[in-house]
C-alpha cells in the first residue's frame, strides 16, 4: 500500500461521521421547523410565528404532557408539539397580570395550564380550528370571542 492510499483510508471515517452529522442536523432543523406535520397547523397558523432556528427551540420547552391526565394532558401535548401557534395566542384567564405569562404558550412551561380550564378550553380550540385551515387570525377571533369574558 502506497503512502497516499493510506492516507485516504484514514479520512474515510472522517467523511462518513461528516455526512452522518449533515444528516442530522437536516433532520433536527427539519424537525424543529415544523415540517411533516399537519400542513394546516405548519404553513397557515404559524406562518408568521418564528423567524430563526434559535427563537423556535426556545419556544419549545413545556412541562412533559405525561405529567398530566385527560384534557390537561392532550393541552400538554398540543404545547409540545405546536408551540408557534400557542405563542401566536392571548391567554384569557388572566394569567398574564403577574408578568410571567405572555402567550398561551407560556401557561404551559409550568403547571398553571394543568388545573385552568380557560387555557386548557384555548389550546384544544385552537388546535382544532388549525387543523381545519383555519388562519391565525381567525383563530384569534375564534379564542377572543368564546373567553374574552372568562368563560
Do not use: W
Not at 26 to 36: I, Q, S
Not at 62 to 76: E, K, M, Q, S, V
Not at 89 to 94: D, P, T
Not at 128 to 148: F, M
Amino acid at each position: 500500500m502506497t503512502r497516499h492510499s493510506s492516507r485516504r483510508l484514514r479520512k474515510i471515517p472522517i467523511a462518513i461521521a461528516a455526512g452522518v452529522a449533515v444528516v442530522a442536523l437536516t433532520y433536527a432543523v427539519l424537525t424543529v421547523c415544523g415540517v411533516g406535520r399537519s400542513p394546516a397547523i405548519s404553513s397557515r397558523a404559524s406562518a408568521a410565528a418564528v423567524s430563526s432556528n434559535a427563537a423556535i427551540s426556545k419556544l419549545r420547552y413545556t412541562l412533559d404532557p405525561n405529567l398530566f391526565t385527560g384534557d390537561a394532558r392532550r393541552a400538554y401535548e398540543i404545547a409540545a408539539h405546536y408551540p408557534a401557534l400557542l405563542a401566536q395566542l392571548h391567554c384569557y384567564c388572566g394569567c398574564e397580570r403577574d408578568g410571567s405569562m405572555h402567550n398561551l404558550l407560556d401557561c404551559y412551561r409550568s403547571d398553571h395550564g394543568s388545573h385552568c380550564p380557560i387555557c386548557i378550553g384555548e389550546a384544544l380550540e385552537a388546535e382544532r380550528l388549525a387543523k381545519q385551515g383555519v388562519l391565525i387570525e381567525q383563530i384569534r377571533d375564534k379564542l377572543r370571542a368564546r373567553y374574552a369574558n372568562g368563560e
